[in-house]
């Protein structure tokens, strides 16, 4: 089995930084895209960053230029560093990757994390 541990999360003043990490651990072929979500109290999930096999980047435009994701391969690790917040971007934060457990399996499972909650005050 596969399991995606988040860590990092916290309460932090306006214009602070938190940097989140997500280990994936378990029975681990390959794990190709990996991202961050987010969800805020009555609102939708929403994709905040996303990072290829190949470290290619995307932000949704409220995050460009405050948060940066990244990863190490060796590790199974995904980062979210996070500067500049705001009070909008207090929500539960979520990582999620795409995983081949075997070598002989072409398929793809789709994993989550359990979540940490950032809150950002004003």
């Known amino acids: 089995q596969v399991q995606l541990v988040e860590s990092g999360g916290g309460l932090v003043q306006a214009g602070g930084s938190l940097r989140l990490s997500c280990a994936a651990s378990g029975t681990i072929f390959r794990i190709n895209a990996m991202r961050w979500y987010r969800q805020a109290p009555g609102k939708q999930r929403e994709l905040v960053a996303a990072?290829?096999?190949?470290?290619?980047?995307d932000y949704v435009d409220s995050v460009k230029g405050r948060f940066t994701i990244s990863r190490d391969n060796a590790k199974n690790t995904v980062y979210l560093q996070m500067n500049s917040l705001k009070p909008e971007d207090t929500a539960v934060y979520y990582c999620?990757?795409?995983?081949?457990?075997?070598?002989?399996?072409?398929?793809?499972?789709?994993?989550w994390g359990q979540g940490t909650q950032v809150t950002v005050s004003s």
């Open positions: 999620n990757a795409a995983i081949r457990t075997a070598m002989v399996s072409m398929v793809w499972y789709d994993y």
């Open positions: 990072i290829t096999s190949g470290s290619s980047t």
